[in-house]
């Protein structure tokens, strides 16, 4: 089993261009969360999201940010126009299932994105 | 607002000494808490969680929490530390549909 699986591990973007992060879950899960870690703070909550469908997208920037988990392949969490400030660490989990409290997430590894 | 608080920003201890790290909380209703480790350049690891039952929770790695209603606390610990526990700790309750939200972490250094 061979976990949640993230890409790049390492990306640097100018400001304004574009950063793709791509997530595949753990095998058998269909759920799969976006968090972002800013240096010196703690994990915080981006977007939700089932297969072709966004559950909850609360934390995302209303602006530049996009995330999608389509039918056939990985989620992609798509920010347009970098900022300094996107730089940052950003971590997929996944889980079985969204309705059990008892469901645990399983983190990937993370993608960090530095801004030039 | 709900929350989880980890008041200390690093935790020093010697090595094979008892571990804690301290995680209170302000969760409406029948809290689910968790706790996961970070090492240095990876993803979250989870250790374990209180659901319902019995108030001692006991996970990986040693680790083991107890579930304190009357003083809203869920701190960590561990008889005895090793060198290879220095990570980042980190403190989370569920709300909404599954959604963890993090305390800020704390920063374990254990001394050989």
């Known amino acids: 089993n061979a976990g949640v699986m993230q890409n790049p591990r390492h990306l640097v973007r100018r400001r304004g261009q574009e950063a793709r992060l791509r997530c595949s879950p753990m095998?058998?899960?269909?759920?799969v969360y976006w968090y972002r870690q800013l240096p010196e703070e703690g994990l915080k909550f981006m977007v939700y999201?089932?297969?072709?469908?966004?559950?909850?997208e609360s934390g995302m920037p209303k602006e530049r940010f996009s995330a999608e988990f389509p039918k056939e392949g990985p989620s992609i969490l798509r920010i347009q126009q970098v900022v300094r400030g996107d730089s940052a660490a950003y971590f997929c989990?996944?889980?079985?299932?969204?309705?059990?409290?008892?469901?645990?997430?399983?983190f990937g590894a993370g993608s960090r994105l530095t801004v030039l | 607002a709900q929350s989880v608080a980890q008041p200390e920003d690093q935790v020093n201890v010697a090595e094979g000494n008892p571990l804690t790290v301290k995680c209170t909380y302000s969760v409406s209703g029948n809290p689910y808490l968790f706790w996961y480790v970070q090492y240095p350049n990876r993803g979250l690891q989870f250790l374990l969680k209180y659901i319902t039952g019995d108030n001692l929770v006991k996970g990986s790695y040693g680790f083991e929490a107890e579930f304190n209603k009357s003083q809203t606390s869920f701190h960590l610990k561990k008889p005895s530390a090793l060198v290879s526990d220095s990570a980042l700790y980190f403190c989370?309750?569920?709300?909404?549909?599954?959604?963890?939200?993090f305390g800020k972490g704390n920063q374990v250094v254990v001394i050989p």
């Open positions: 999201l089932q297969k072709e469908n966004i559950i909850d």
């Open positions: 095998k058998g899960h269909s759920h």
């Open positions: 989370a309750f569920r709300y909404g549909n599954n959604r963890l939200a």
């Open positions: 989990a996944s889980s079985p299932g969204g309705g059990s409290g008892a469901n645990v997430l399983t």
